[in-house]
């Protein structure tokens, strides 16, 4: 079957760094997505990761290692606007994507 | 550049009445998705649209759902009857061609409410 795995939630002060974890187990890989989705808004695309590696846009960094299935979405210098739930979404096989359950990042001051 | 947009942005009806979702992909987008997200969950594809043949309904309940995309441009979404589980958003998303990579676009989305 298809899993994508992440945190439920997570909280974090105005400042910090704070990274946000996915594993997969799909029957295929042709990527990996992360959104950002603020609350009754729509997913806005943050990164896409489809080799190994790092991928920096910003303050918002994408790890993926596809030998262990593993991604993780790294926010630094956070702001309360980061505040939001945070999308890993694979893309199996076919071009549709099989998102997680989301990440509910709190951000404090 | 204009975005996904998508009509009404909210609907209550009671089960077993009909209702319909509208959505207008990004110009020149030739792939249109349609997914359910129920609350506390990530989006789930319902249906994928290459300009308006069908590529993927895997997931589409088909004994209530039905979806169309006519002219390759606009799609809507139906739902007949509706079931108190069928309570969810349902966005429509688009990208310029299915190829790995390409990035999705979302719609505002609609929030049905099915009593």
């Known amino acids: 079957g298809q899993n994508i795995d992440q945190p439920t939630e997570m909280t974090a002060t105005e400042g910090a760094i704070v990274q946000i974890n996915c594993t997969y187990q799909t029957s295929g890989f042709n990527g990996l997505f992360w959104y950002q989705q603020h609350a009754g808004e729509a997913p806005t695309f943050l990164s896409y990761?489809?080799?190994?590696g790092l991928e920096e846009k910003g303050r918002f960094s994408s790890f993926l290692s596809r030998s262990k299935g593993y991604s993780y979405l790294l926010l630094k210098e956070l702001q309360m606007k980061d505040s939001a739930s945070y999308l890993c979404?694979?893309?199996?096989?076919?071009?549709?994507?099989?998102f997680g359950k989301g990440t509910t990042l709190s951000v404090s001051s | 550049e204009a975005g996904v947009a998508q009509s009404p942005r909210y609907k209550i009806i009671e089960k077993r009445q009909s209702v319909a979702f509208w959505c207008n992909p990004i110009s020149g987008h030739a792939t249109l998705y349609w997914y359910q997200q129920i609350l506390g969950q990530g989006p789930k594809l319902l249906i994928q649209?290459?300009?308006?043949?069908?590529?993927?309904d895997s997931q589409l309940p088909k004994d209530r759902f039905s979806a169309e995309r006519l002219k390759g441009v606009d799609s809507t979404l139906k739902i007949q009857p509706a079931k108190l589980e069928d309570s969810a958003v349902y966005l429509c998303?688009?990208?310029?061609?299915?190829?790995?990579?390409?990035?999705?676009?979302f719609g505002p989305g609609t929030r049905l409410l099915v009593l």
């Open positions: 998303a688009s990208s310029l061609s299915p190829v790995p990579g390409e990035t999705q676009y």
């Open positions: 979404a694979v893309r199996s096989t076919g071009t549709a994507l099989i």
């Open positions: 649209f290459q300009n308006n043949g069908v590529v993927d």
């Open positions: 990761n489809v080799l190994d």
